[in-house]
Each structure stands twice: as structure tokens, then as C-alpha cells.
């Protein structure tokens, strides 16, 4: 298991002290792959694309998040509510936040059934190239840090571009339960929790890989 208190300690100091770092968290992830600070980006030149969230230790690659949350509110699946047994089971929140395989779980979700193109991992990959529905484990890392990013967004909005902190009370993960019915989300508080895949519309905020 990770060692999470390692990892959150990392984050909260929000930049990583091994080597030359280029990438903070707060930083902006632009459409040209490239990384500007918030400082930077207004006379950049630039077009932002996420923000990023997490710096592994090699002070190059981790997450970003997408700008705003999706337009609408979106179930996890539809119908039937299937295992899908390329995604790891997870028996409770402590488990389920050593889940960091957001990408390979939407990528599962997706080939499981390539007509259900209305729900939260479908919209998330059709975000873009390279957007994927976290997992919880990265969905809870976004979410216990985000207040790190409030500088970064009250930027962009004065800059006048679209973009909001998360505001909804709840988000979907690409993780699954032990039972095939329930997948996870994090609430207002910052609590993971379960819900039943079909009938809950919670909000959905793509997050992607560099």
C-alpha cells in the first residue's frame, strides 16, 4: 500500500525538492504540453488546459485537472449495472484510496460497453485526448488540495477564462466496489462513499496524465 501520509505531505508543500523542478502543483498544463505558473501565464501567450494537481518525485510528470466541471451531471452506467473485472474491487474507502489506475478503469468501463456513451466515463475520455474519469484515490487528492489551486483559478477567472473551482457535492470515480451495483464518489466533506451506479447523477471533473 502507498504510503498516503508521504504522499499528502508532498502535496500540501505543493512542490517537489528532488532535483530541478520544473512542474508545481498550481501550475498550468497548456494546450501545447508545455507548463507555465499562474504568475507567468497572463503574459504567456499561452492557452490553459488544466491545472495541475500532483508532481511525482521526479518533479516532471502527475496530474492536472480539467478547467471546469462537465456541463451536466452524468450515472456511472446505465441499465444494468455489471462487474467489470478488469477494475479492481475495492472493499472500503481505505482500500479503494489506494486506487490510482483512473485511466486503465475508464478505458475498462468503456470497452465493457461502448453504447452506454451518456455517462461519467464516457463524457470524461470524450473531454479530450488523454482525459480520464479518476479513480478515487486521484479523484481524493484532487479533492483534499484543492483549496492549493484557489490562487490559480481566481487568475484565470480575472484573466477571463472559463474555469471553476469544484463546486458540486459530489463526484464520481471510476472505482468499483465489491458489489457490482455501487461504484465510488467523494461528497461535499470530502468523504468517500458509495452509490448506486444507475440511478445516482453526480458531477464529474476529467483529470489527465503527464
Not at 520544473?22 to 501550475?27: L, P, Q
Not at 501565464?41 to 508532481?55: D, E, I, L, Q, R
Not at 483512473?102 to 466515463?121: C, E, H, L, M, R
Not at 445516482?200 to 483529470?207: F, G
Request: hydrophobic share 40%; aromatic share 14%; net charge negative.
Amino acid at each position: 500500500m502507498r504510503n498516503v501520509f508521504t504522499l499528502f505531505l508532498v502535496l500540501a508543500m505543493g512542490v517537489m525538492a528532488w532535483g530541478q523542478t520544473t512542474i508545481h502543483v498550481g501550475d498550468l498544463l497548456c494546450t501545447d504540453s508545455t507548463f507555465v505558473s499562474a504568475s507567468q501565464f497572463p503574459t504567456s501567450g499561452k492557452t490553459a488546459k488544466g491545472v495541475v494537481f500532483y508532481v511525482d518525485n521526479t518533479g516532471q510528470h502527475g496530474y492536472a485537472c480539467a478547467l471546469q466541471d462537465l456541463p451536466e451531471r452524468y450515472s456511472w452506467t446505465t441499465g444494468s449495472s455489471p462487474d467489470i473485472a478488469a477494475i479492481s474491487n475495492k472493499s472500503d474507502a481505505l482500500a479503494a484510496m489506494d486506487d490510482f489506475a483512473g485511466q486503465a478503469n475508464t478505458d475498462a468501463i468503456i470497452a465493457y460497453d461502448s453504447t452506454k456513451v451518456n455517462t461519467a466515463a464516457f463524457k470524461a475520455k470524450a473531454y479530450g485526448e488523454g482525459w480520464f474519469l479518476p479513480s478515487i484515490g486521484q479523484l481524493r487528492i484532487l479533492y483534499t488540495f484543492h483549496a492549493l489551486l484557489e490562487p490559480t483559478f481566481t487568475m484565470l477567472y480575472a484573466e477571463g477564462v472559463e474555469s471553476q473551482m469544484m463546486t458540486g457535492d459530489k463526484y464520481w470515480s471510476s472505482s468499483e466496489t465489491m458489489s457490482p451495483s455501487y461504484a465510488y464518489y467523494v461528497g461535499s466533506n470530502g468523504a468517500i462513499s458509495n452509490s448506486v451506479k444507475a440511478t445516482s447523477y453526480y458531477y464529474v471533473r476529467p483529470i489527465c496524465a503527464f
